[in-house]
C-alpha cells in the first residue's frame, strides 16, 4: 500500500508539472557497413534518453506498438533476411504487466541488403517505434532513415556523422556517464522484480504439492511408505534417515523434471510460448483432458512396463533401491499428479527463465515432507483420516476448477485472433454452468464413476457447496454488463462482448444518455461499458457541442495506453464524474496510435516533418496534440469552449478522483459564466 501511495503521489506530480511539454527522447542516427561487392549492413542507431524505453520488433499481443522498419530499395536492391536487433533486456514491464523486450541508453538494428544497380548510392528507408518510461507512453513516431552506400565502412566501425532526417548527429560512441549507475540500479531492480516472481511461483508450487497429498493416488501410499521403513529398518534412526533420502529423492526427481523442461525449450523461448496463440490452445486441450479425468472419465496413466522394471528394482536395497521407490511413487501416482506437474509448467512458462525448475522445487517438496515427518514421529499417523471417498470428491472439485480455468486460456487464444468466439458473456455463462455444476456436485444432486453412496452430507462439504453456490449466484449479473472485481483477470474485458452496454440494453444504452427512439449524432457512438456519448472525430464532436450547447472534453488516448484505461476504469465510473461526461461535456476522444489510414482527401503534409505526408489517423491527432498544445503525452484531458480556447489548465493522468472532478467542475463552470 504504501509503495502504490508514493507511485501514485510521484505519477500525478510528474504530470502536473510536466503535462506541457513535447517529449523526444529518442534520436536516431545511420551508417552502413560494406559486406562484399554487392552487400551491405544498413545500420539503424537509436540513442535513447535515461529512463525510457524502446520496444522490440517483437511485442506480445495487447502490449506496445514493436518497432519496425520499411526500406524503400525498389528494383536496385533486394532484402536479406530480416531487420536483427541487439539482445536488449526482457523483464516484467510495469506499464503493459507483461513480459516485454525493450531497450534502453543505445540500440543496434541491422538490415542486409544485396545491391543489384551499381548506381545505387542512397537507401531510404523509415522506423515506426514507441517509447514509454516507467509512467507513461508516447505515441508511435515515425522517423526518415537515410543511408548513404558511397560512406561506407568496411569493419564495423560506425559513421560519425550518420544522417538524421537532413541533420548530421554524432552519438555512435555514447560516453559513460553517471547514468551508467542508475542502468545498474534497474538492472537491480529487475532482478528483485524477477526474484519476486520465481517465490510466489515457489509457494504456489508448494500449495499445489500440498493439495495433491490429499488425492487418491498419493494420501493411501503415507502410512503404507512409513511402516514399511519404520518396519524394515533396524531402528526408529535409521527409518527417520531413509524416509529423509525417500522425501530427498522425491525432490530431485521433480527437479530434473523441470530442468528437462528449460534444457529443452530454452529458458527465454518458454514466456515466448506463453504469449503464442499455439501455447492458449495446446495448454486449454491439455487442462480438459486433465480435467475430464479428475472427473472419473479415464485414468491417465503411465505405461505399466515402467512401473514394473522400476518397481523390481526398488527391491535392490540401499540408497539406490530408495531412489527407485520415489520413482515408482512418481509413476503411480502419475494419474493424480500429472495435472498439478502441468498446471505448474503451464503457470512457470508465463514467468519464463528457471520458474519450471522452482516450481516443481516447491511442488516435490510438499509432497515429500509428509514422508520424513511421519517417519520421524509415526505417533502421528493416528491423526490421519481414513481413506474413503472422500478423497474422490477432493478429485473431482480440482477437476471442476481445472475444467474452468482451462477456458481462461481459450479466451486468451480468442482474443489476440479477435475471433469474437468466446466473447465475455459465454465466457461468465461457461463458469456459471461449471460452478452451478460442482455446487449440484457438493449437494449430492449429481454423482460421477468413483463416487462412493452418499448418506449424508457433512459439515464441511455443505459449507463448500454454499459458498460454491453464493460464487455462482455472484457471476449471473456478469451477464448483464457487471464488472465482476472479484475474478476481472479471468474473463474476456467488457468492451469483448456480444452487448458491450449490457445484455438487453440497445445502441443507446437504454436511454442513459439519448432518448431510447432517438438516434446518435453523426460521428457519436457510446463508450462501453459507461455508455457515455462520444465523438473520435474532432470536426463532428465540435458542432454537436455547439448544437447542444455545452463544453468540449477532448481526450487525447491510445489503444497501447494504460493510464487511459486505468483513468478510465477507476476514475470516469465515478457517479459524480461519470454524470459529467455523461450530461455536462461533449467527450471527443482522439486515439494518437489509431493505425487506420487517413481517407484520401484528409491526407495532407505534416507541420513537425515538412516533406512528409500523414497517412494514419493516430498521426493527424498526436501531431494535432503537439502543435496545439505542446504535448505528445497520454492521456491528456483538455476542457474547451465553443471558440475552441482552453477553459482551464489541462491535465494529465490524475488518478484522484476528487481532483479530476474538481478540475471538470472548475472548467464547465468557466463555461457556464
Known amino acids: 500500500m504504501k509503495n502504490s501511495f508514493l507511485y501514485f503521489f510521484f505519477l500525478t506530480f510528474i504530470f502536473s508539472s510536466a503535462q506541457a511539454q513535447v517529449l523526444e527522447p529518442v534520436k536516431w542516427s545511420t551508417s552502413v557497413e560494406k559486406i562484399s561487392d554487392t552487400e551491405y549492413d544498413l545500420i539503424s542507431t537509436a540513442k535513447i534518453d535515461r529512463g525510457w524505453h524502446l520496444y522490440s520488433q517483437s511485442v506480445p499481443e495487447n502490449g506496445p506498438i514493436a518497432t519496425s522498419f520499411t526500406y524503400d530499395v525498389a528494383k536496385d536492391a533486394e532484402l536479406v533476411g530480416n531487420t536483427t536487433e541487439e539482445e536488449g533486456r526482457t523483464v516484467d514491464d510495469p506499464i503493459f504487466n507483461m513480459r516485454i523486450k525493450y531497450f534502453d541508453d543505445a540500440a543496434e538494428f541491422r538490415q542486409r541488403i544485396k545491391v543489384l544497380n551499381n548506381e545505387l548510392s542512397i537507401v531510404k528507408g523509415e522506423v515506426e517505434f514507441m517509447v514509454c518510461d516507467d509512467m507513461r507512453c508516447l505515441p508511435p513516431s515515425y522517423i526518415d532513415l537515410n543511408f548513404d552506400l558511397s560512406k561506407a565502412k568496411e569493419s564495423s ?102 530442468t528437462g523442461v528449460v534444457a529443452i525449450f530454452g529458458a527465454s523461448a518458454i514466456n515466448e510460448f506463453s504469449t503464442s496463440v499455439t501455447f492458449n490452445l495446446l495448454f486449454f486441450v491439455i487442462l480438459v483432458i486433465f480435467a475430464v479425468s479428475f472427473l472419473g472419465a479415464f485414468e491417465i496413466m503411465l505405461p505399466q512396463s ?10 535392490r536395497g540401499g540408497y539406490t533401491g530408495i531412489f527407485f521407490m520415489a520413482l515408482a511413487l512418481a509413476i503411480v501416482s502419475f494419474s493424480c499428479t500429472g495435472p498439478f506437474v502441468g498446471n505448474i509448467i503451464v503457470l512457470s512458462a508465463t514467468k519464463g527463465g528457471l520458474a519450471p525448475m522452482i516450481g516443481m522445487l516447491g511442488f516435490s517438496l510438499a509432497l515429500a515432507l509428509p514422508f520424513a515427518l511421519f517417519a520421524a514421529f509415526p505417533g502421528w499417523l493416528n491423526s490421519l483420516p481414513k481413506s474413503g471417498g472422500w478423497l474422490n470428491t477432493v478429485k473431482v472439485v480440482l477437476g471442476f476448477l481445472e475444467l474452468a480455468f482451462a477456458f481462461k486460456f481459450l479466451s486468451q487464444a480468442d482474443l489476440v485472433l479477435q475471433l469474437h468466439f468466446l466473447e465475455r458473456e459465454v465466457f461468465i455463462a461457461i463458469w456459471i454452468a461449471i460452478f452451478g455444476a460442482l455446487a449440484f456436485y457438493l449437494f449430492g444432486k449429481i454423482k460421477l464413476p468413483h463416487d462412493s453412496p452418499l448418506t449424508h452430507i457433512s459439515v464441511g462439504r455443505l459449507s463448500l ?26 474473463p474476456p474485458p467488457l468492451d469483448y462482448a456480444e452487448s458491450p452496454y449490457g445484455v438487453g440494453n440497445s445502441k443507446t444504452g437504454g ?94 503534409e505534416s507541420k513537425l516533418r515538412p516533406g512528409k505526408k500523414l497517412k494514419y489517423i493516430g498521426q493527424k491527432w498526436s501531431e494535432f496534440q503537439t502543435i496545439r498544445y505542446k504535448t505528445n503525452t497520454q492521456p491528456f484531458y483538455v476542457l474547451i469552449g465553443h471558440d475552441e480556447e482552453n477553459l482551464n489548465d489541462p491535465v494529465g493522468y490524475t488518478p484522484n478522483t476528487e481532483e479530476y472532478l474538481g478540475w471538470m467542475k472548475d472548467g464547465v463552470g468557466a463555461f457556464k459564466e
Open 157 to 258: 566501425e560506425v559513421d560519425e556523422n550518420a544522417a538524421l532526417s537532413g541533420g548530421m548527429i554524432d552519438f555512435q560512441n555514447p560516453v559513460k556517464t553517471d547514468a551508467d549507475k542508475d542502468i545498474i540500479v534497474t538492472e537491480k531492480q529487475e532482478k528483485a522484480s524477477d526474484n519476486t516472481g520465481l517465490w510466489t511461483i515457489f509457494i504456489l508450487g508448494i500449495g499445489a504439492g500440498f493439495i495433491a497429498l490429499f488425492t487418491p493416488c498419493v494420501f493411501p501410499l503415507i502410512p503404507m511408505t512409513v511402516s514399511f521403513f519404520t518396519k524394515q529398518s533396524k531402528n526408529k534412526a535409521q527409518g527417520v534417515k531413509n524416509a529423509i533420502v525417500y522425501g530427498l529423492c522425491i525432490i530431485v526427481i521433480y527437479v530434473i523434471l523441470g
Open 306 to 315: 515402467w512401473a514394473n522394471k522400476i518397481d523390481s528394482k526398488a527391491d
Open 465 to 490: 457447496g454454499l459458498l460454491v453456490l453464493s460464487f455462482t449466484i455472484y457471476m449471473i449479473p456478469g451477464l448483464w454488463g457487471a464488472p465482476l472485481n472479484l475474478i476481472s483477470a479471468f
Open 511 to 604: 436511454g442513459a444518455v439519448l432518448g431510447e427512439a432517438q438516434e446518435l449524432p453523426d460521428g457519436g457512438h457510446l463508450l462501453a461499458p459507461h455508455q457515455i456519448l462520444a465523438f473520435n472525430d474532432y470536426d463532428k464532436g465540435l458542432a454537436y457541442a455547439k448544437e447542444v450547447g455545452k463544453p468540449i472534453m477532448l481526450d487525447f488516448t491510445g489503444w497501447a495506453c494504460v493510464n487511459c484505461r486505468k483513468m478510465e476504469q477507476n476514475v470516469w465510473p465515478d457517479d459524480q464524474v461519470l454524470n459529467m461526461l455523461k450530461n455536462e461535456v461533449v467527450l471527443i476522444s482522439l486515439y494518437v496510435d489509431d493505425k487506420r489510414r487517413l481517407e484520401g482527401d484528409e491526407v495532407i
